[in-house]
């Protein structure tokens, strides 16, 4: 069986969660923070989440393991099979994480966790963060769905990515950066009525609190 290495509160678990949930396979949950220590490393390169654990071995990086699922996995299709249309959704996946979700993750320690953002970072990334979101808007075919009529890996990014740009926006500056995309704003609702959603949210809210104490003990420590 699959197991899914990482914690509740990652948005880039909660992806591979969700891909896992609607294809509809058997995978156990395994509690990993990840980080710099050698049994961390031992799973992950980087040290990153999330890991999946197969039979061959560990993968990590999000898109890799989104890749291995499909290609090796049954179920519910994420990806098209006509190679264009795949190669699209995974040009709308990398806009959606370079330009949109890396970006607002600048913004992250003052959004959620009560930390300062040096002035110069958020004036160089907040343009960027706009300028991502403009580049969705003008590449999304939402359809409803980003790529389309289909549910796709790339509404896994767009769902655990645009949301919390959203709340950076709103956040750090006080403004709703989908107020001119109403496309990006029925999308969020409507994945969003999805009952595996409405699970993982409820699991990243049970696991907050635990995660927030543990960042503020690594500050603490810094």
Not at 129 to 137: C, D, R, S
Request: glycine share 6%.
């Amino acid at each position: 069986m699959l197991k899914l290495h990482g914690f509740a509160v990652s948005n880039y678990y909660n992806m591979v969660k969700l891909a896992l949930l609607e294809k509809g396979l058997p995978f156990e949950e395994v509690l990993f923070f990840g980080g710099q220590v050698p049994d961390s490393l031992k799973i992950s390169p980087r040290g990153k989440v999330p890991v999946l654990e197969t039979e061959q071995g560990f993968l990590s990086e999000t898109d890799i393991i989104l890749d291995y699922i499909e290609q090796t996995q049954g179920g519910k299709p994420l990806l098209p099979a006509e190679p264009f249309a795949r190669a699209k959704v995974w040009e709308l996946v990398k806009e959606i994480e370079l330009y949109i979700e890396l970006t607002a993750r600048v913004f992250y320690p003052q959004s959620f966790f009560g930390a300062e953002v040096p002035e110069p970072l958020k004036a160089k990334a907040w343009p960027e963060l706009l300028a991502g979101l403009a580049t969705l808007k003008r590449n999304g075919l939402f359809a409803p769905y980003v790529a389309g009529e289909r549910f796709t890996v790339a509404d896994l990014y767009f769902f655990f990515s645009v949301d919390l740009a959203r709340a950076v926006g709103r956040k750090v500056y006080g403004v709703d950066v989908l107020e001119d995309f109403p496309q990006a704003v029925a999308l969020l609702e409507l994945i969003g009525q999805n009952p595996h959603v409405a699970a993982i949210n409820e699991a990243k809210a049970a696991m907050f609190p635990t995660f927030l104490e543990k960042v503020v003990k690594a500050r603490s420590q810094q």
